[in-house]
């Protein structure tokens, strides 16, 4: 079967190709569906998400959807942020280092079905103690507009606002990105989408 034009422009990119191509032919051994998502090569398992392929500056990743999850101890999965919950990263920097590792590939992406065929799921804690900045309640609660719009989001795109507006460390800086943010919440968008 034929490649898609979509899955054909990821594996012509320039950076991380032989990376992203082995690793490809991997992941299709283990009998994943592949599609693209968010840009990327992605890989379910019954329509249920089970790996990304990732091509970022200084390395690539295998990003496993329920990461937090499988067993690892190697140690080797990384939270690809401070936030993360279930994704859980495999990071590599050459394509000798995805060969020196595939054993370990191929036992994360079958542990990562299985989890599938289980049907365990992550519970987000953290979704429900989010701790608002003032300055983002201040703003809630003195701009009507921009707390029903704030309100409509759904909890994964108020969450990732609440993050943004905190992590910043001086209050003129949250007050900024509140500001920043407004029109894109009033448009019912997350912090990442465009």
């Known amino acids: 079967m034929a490649d ?3 899955i054909n422009d990821l594996l012509n990119k320039s950076n991380w190709q032989d990376e992203r191509r082995r690793l490809r032919d991997i992941i299709l051994d ?3 569906d592949e599609r693209v998502k968010w840009g990327k090569l992605c890989y379910a398992y019954e329509d249920s998400n089970v790996v990304i392929i990732y091509g970022m500056k200084n390395r690539c990743a295998l990003g496993f959807f329920k990461g937090a999850l499988l067993e690892d101890e190697d140690g080797v999965l990384v939270r690809p942020g401070k936030h993360s919950q279930a994704m859980r990263q495999l990071r590599f920097e050459s ?3 995805i060969e020196d590792s595939e054993d370990t ?3 994360l992406i079958n542990r990562a079905i299985q989890a599938e065929k289980d049907g365990l799921e992550i519970e987000f804690t953290e979704k429900d103690s989010l701790d608002y900045p003032g300055e983002l309640q201040d703003a809630l609660d003195d701009d009507s507009e921009l707390a029903e719009a704030f309100d409509e989001l759904t909890p994964g795109r108020q969450r990732g606002w609440v993050l ?7 209050s003129e800086t949250r007050t900024r990105r509140i500001d920043q ?3 894109m919440i009033i448009a019912g968008k ?3 989408e465009r």
């Open 4 to 6: 898609s034009p979509e």
């Open 181 to 183: 943010a407004r029109p």
């Open 30 to 32: 283990c009998d994943l």
């Open 105 to 107: 590939i191929r036992c």
């Open 164 to 170: 943004h507006i905190s992590d910043a460390k001086q």
């Open 95 to 97: 394509l000798k280092e």
């Open 190 to 192: 997350g912090r990442n």
